[in-house]
């Protein structure tokens, strides 16, 4: 028995309806991606990373360290109670080496105040200790400043905000 033209062009729309389903299909995905990126707000920028330096008013800042206390047992010369006594419960505490190069005609002004720590699941970060607490920098001049902060242990993807500037932490400081 041989197939008549109609059951030849049944088959064919029967086929061409199933292939249609998928791309139709795939033709929303894409819609609902290319919605999705555009809806998003842009990302800010994540920061400078660990060692490259980055903008802070009045010059150049980088971060030459982050350094866990619990893995040197480093304290200052004359430390402060605070850091005699032990890291609050789901807490560690880092060193941070930061160095400033002032690059502005008028100086780096330097402030303890002018630091904090963010990212998620920080919100509990605080600045401990810093040398010096403040400086004023000279066109041209460095200085390596030494903070000390607690952050939570289950923090990430924190960042060291400097006045103007971001500054990723990396992950070396995490201990356990």
Do not use: C
């Not at 970060?125 to 200085?143: C, F, I, M, Y």
């Not at 990430?156 to 992950?171: H, P, S, Y």
């Amino acid at each position: 028995m041989s197939a008549s033209p109609s059951d030849t062009s049944t088959t064919e729309s029967r086929l061409r309806r199933r292939l249609r389903v998928p791309l139709i299909a795939l033709g929303v995905l894409i819609l609902v991606g290319a919605g999705s990126v555009a809806a998003m707000p842009d990302a800010e920028p994540k920061g400078t990373l660990l060692g490259a330096s980055g903008s802070v008013s009045g010059g150049i800042a980088r971060i030459n360290g982050v350094i866990p206390l619990e893995v040197d047992g480093w304290l200052p010369e004359k430390p402060p109670a605070v850091l005699r006594a032990s890291a609050r419960e789901g807490t560690h505490r880092v060193r941070i080496i930061l160095e400033l190069t002032a690059l502005d005609a008028r100086g780096l002004d330097y402030s303890l105040d002018d630091f904090a720590i963010d990212g998620l699941g920080s919100d509990e970060s605080r600045l401990l200790w810093s040398d010096p607490k403040s400086a004023t920098v000279a066109q041209g001049a460095v200085v390596t400043v030494t903070q000390v902060f607690e952050i939570p242990n289950k923090a990430i993807e924190l960042t060291l905000r400097a006045n103007d500037g971001r500054f990723v932490l990396g992950t070396s400081h995490h201990t356990g």
